[in-house]
């Protein structure tokens, strides 16, 4: 089990502050695995002493790097969809703008979600945490698509709107691993996506 216990003092809290934002420099640009402790401590000008008093090893790093990312993406998806819940747009608009935002979001991310999907084959506690991410923004696009239950013309829509949410993450954590879906275009991705999942919803036309 991986466990990180919260530091009480400002120059600890600091200090873990610094070594999990050199740990996501260092994934975003695949250079993690290679780096040594020694290294990412002078990287995030502490020391090896006090990596190991706050962390102990790469591992618990890594996992506190992931813990944070998914509460920042929580707290996102959560704007995004508030932010698309006050426009009054056709479901076939929010579908769109909700797949670009959660593309965006994972923008400048993607080394750092490469090597959690990695881990996650093979380590349970990272799997749970994938899972649970994946979950709380597969439950959000629900949330979108069953608030115009009126617009879905699917005889089973609430099956349908968990089916589409889990082939369209099934899509993008593909997409992020690497870096392309066939030949389709990066920018017209999010459109694209938006229409194999309205169709298949049946959602009517604006």
């Known amino acids: 089990m991986y466990s990180i216990a919260s530091p009480t003092q400002a120059r600890s809290k600091k200090a873990l502050e610094r070594f999990l934002n050199v740990a996501a420099d260092l994934l975003a640009n695949n250079h993690f695995e290679e780096t040594g402790i020694s290294q990412i401590a002078q990287l995030a000008e502490s020391s090896v002493g006090t990596f190991y008093r706050l962390l102990g090893d790469k591992d618990v790093l890594l996992y506190a790097v992931h813990e944070r990312f998914v509460e920042q993406s929580r707290a996102a998806v959560d704007a995004l969809v508030a932010d698309l819940t ?61 608030g115009h239950r009126d617009s879905l013309r699917h005889p089973a829509a609430e099956q349908a709107a968990d089916l589409s949410a889990h082939l369209l993450l099934s899509g993008l954590n593909y997409f992020t691993m690497v870096g392309s879906l066939g030949v389709t275009p990066r920018e017209v991705l999010p459109a694209e996506l938006s229409r194999l999942v309205c169709n298949y919803l049946q959602v009517t036309q604006s």
């Open 86 to 146: 006050r426009q009054p747009l056709p479901l076939d608009a929010q579908v769109e703008a909700f797949i670009r935002g959660v593309v965006r979001l994972f923008e400048g991310s993607e080394g750092l979600l490469r090597a959690l999907i990695r881990r996650s084959s093979m380590d349970p506690q990272f799997r749970e945490r994938f899972h649970q991410l994946n979950a709380y923004i597969g439950q959000a696009f629900g949330r979108i698509v069953l």
